[in-house]
């Protein structure tokens, strides 16, 4: 079985900035794309950043410029860097990884439990 741990939630005052972290562990084999997804207050979940198998980065318009996706593929973990924090961000934040356990298998998609970040002042 395959485990996102993540991790750096906190709440924070607008402006500031927090780092969520995201490690996978179990049976994997590889993994293409890595994501944050967030879920608001009535709101439904949406993408907001994802690393993908050929590198390349994708953000919602919403963070463009404020968060930066990372990876560190020898550690099977995602970042999530957040500056310029505002309280639109508040939300709930899922770490969400593309997984396949051997070679020849499909990737699966694993989901973290999530963390709250709350921007408040």
């Known amino acids: 079985q395959v485990q996102l741990v993540e991790s750096g939630g906190a709440s924070v005052q607008p402006g500031g900035s927090l780092i969520l972290s995201c490690a996978a562990s179990?049976?994997?084999?590889?993994?293409?794309?890595m994501g944050w997804y967030r879920q608001s207050l009535g709101k439904k979940r949406e993408l907001v950043a994802v690393?993908?198998?050929?590198?390349?980065?994708n953000y919602a318009d919403s963070v463009k410029g404020r968060f930066t996706i990372s990876r560190d593929n020898a550690k099977n973990t995602v970042y999530l860097q957040m500056n310029s924090l505002k309280p639109e961000d508040t939300a709930v934040y899922y770490c969400?990884?593309?997984?396949?356990?051997?070679?020849?298998?499909?990737?699966?998609?694993?989901w973290g439990q999530g963390t709250q970040v709350t921007v408040s002042s």
């Open positions: 690393f993908d198998s050929g590198g390349s980065t």
């Open positions: 179990g049976s994997i084999f590889s993994i293409n794309a």
């Open positions: 969400n990884a593309n997984i396949r356990h051997y070679v020849g298998d499909i990737y699966h998609p694993y």
